[in-house]
């Protein structure tokens, strides 16, 4: 018998719960167009304000993933790893993570998407340095981390079509920041990524999809069962996103800040997250937790991890010369002014802000296909709780024009709080989901 | 500034109300085709769950009001009244109370929609009188009820055009049983239709758009708010719809049990909710209620209903004869049999069971457009709390084929429920909105 699209409407609506043939039914039948954009909104809607339960999330996420082709990575020896973050500003630490990953054994086959809104694409900083293609097709992305254990790539049009289309209606009906949505969404995209092990950095605040911890805690959550319901080990970091990660926001600026931290030149939150980052990784490939942290830091210490990098960026076409005089290599902007405002401790700097600002210079694209300029954006010279003496500038604005950057100045006034009192830093890991207790199972 | 749809979507998600300008825009753009059916959907599923407040439903009316023609019926000598019936099974009081408040002196400008669905519409009824027509010009029927006090006509395409539109969004996305959805597409079209006084027959019940009373309550309640936001009196009464109203279903055979009743030939529920229907509107234009009672069966005990009838007949091109000898002029199916169960008492005949059946059996259309056969459908010759003796037929069917009269005899068996035990009668009048404490203001 048919399902009909009205009465499962009418059961979500009326809070009930659907089973997963019925969810599957109704995706593929959008899918198919059998089911038209206004019934799958309004069913999109009921399912916001009534809750999808687990089965529901998990059901959902299976028939995207089918939607679409997935990747085999069981050709790969060592362990499949994958680490995705919801979206933040300044949020680099794929560049530096990976590449860690890879020095420490992992095999890293990273499917990225492109940039669209406030946050920046890892896709559009890794095309700011000269050379570099991050087109390449599944069979080559398997070939390079057979090679090298990495290769951080554009996802092709063929990978979850379905999240696609269903992320697009979403996004203008008001129903984006359901946890189940968007942990539906993202795990079909790892889970058809093929890696074993997930490792998630969920961003949470002002910067962020989710400005709430519980809410954030509660889409952790949902990843880590759906990643279950499917053989992965997937665990995440909760992470604070009120302040922009990187001491950049800009692509070429951001890459720079990366390779520094990679250097061994720059330590920080950048540098700080990255360690976490990989470490939580490895716990889950197996290993205990001091282990991690201790082979997390040491691959980045013993130059390991930067040579892995500079091995991705020849493998990829990019030039290598990047890794050792990044400020050299990277394109730079016409003019470059500081922002000095009056000495006092900086109080918060809005993220959100600072990210809709570099966009507004250039660094993000507004509607897909834009192009975007690789070298503008803004560095940010103190963080929250640091003080600025006389004349100390907090800020530094890479930008296109005069114009531009007298305008820049206007908006880091609006973006930036300077005050008299002390201020506390703020905090990095808020909390994690997916360590605790026994071990999930995983596939190899 | 033009506000954002996705942001009024989500305040409505959220809970929140939107203001009447809010409103207006929302459904204006979506007219315009600026707001697509997705986020139409999604909002008027975001609505039906969070709830819409009264100055919501008021400005929703008052835009779908806007969205065609209003009737000025301001040259109509005496008062202007409109009846409405939320849709039942064997619903023809309009065919007797129409008749009745012009013979009261009220001004009866009728417009009415095509059946579609379980119930059958009025038009469908009038037109099994051999050369009735209802497709009559506002002009038209505001020169027929000067001359005579009565039109019963098509709603044309330019009476809320708008509520067109959305009803059938609404019909494909679960969003059609809310209270206030339900009361602003109702009132936009009494509203448009000019009337001062509004009677709404709100069925309750198996077999109506609302299965329960409290929520028929509500929309009564929305219907008397938003008249009364538009300057007109309105009143409800709450009628039981669990089983079929009148002694048939099917056009032609309620049409004849219609023509009954006005004669003075049968009494029954029928007869009985015409006269309650008929008392409350003229409590509405000013009556004291034992005035209205004793007017309203006086019309009907003197033929002067009757001759209403006969003249409305006439007017609109249809055989007056029909008046005097129905079921001669009436057309009458081929295949007449009848259904005799065992004998016993009857505890319930399913309203909606009976309307599928009649409509399977050709009375009602399933598609906009399809034809219906006139003559078709059942006679209901006992009712619930009544008793049938051995060999007594409990209906009768009126078929086109044996083949479908045969198929009638076993949906009988499912729809019709009988035992031993002794039953009550069903009441007919469960409540009613808008009587009590001092009259609402109305425009005369």
Redesign the interface.
Known sequence: VTPS??AL??RK?DGGALSAAEIGWLISAYLRNEV???????F???G???GFNDDEAAALTEVLVETGRSIDLSILKGPTVDKHSTGGVGDVTTLIVAPMLAAAGCQVAKLSGRGLGHTGGTLDKLESIPGMRVDLSPEQVLRQVEQIGLAVAAAGPDLVPGDRRLYA?RD????VGDPALIASSVMSKKIAGGAAHILLDVKVGGGALVADLEQARTLAERCVTIGSAHGRRVGALLTQMDEPLAPAVGNALEVGAAVEVLRGDRRGPLHDLSVELAAATLRLIGHKEEEAVSKSAGVLASGEALEKFRELVSAQGGDPSCVDRPWDVLPSADVVVDWTPSPGVVQRIDARAIGELAGSLGAARRRLGEAIDPAVGLELLLRVGERSEDGQPVARIHAASRTDAEEAKDALEQAVTMGDEACEPLPLVLGSVGFDGEDHSARP
């Open positions: 699209a009205v409407i009418g609506r038209d954009d206004a019934q799958m909104a309004a999109l809607m009921a916001v304000i009534r209606l203008v009906t008001g129903t």
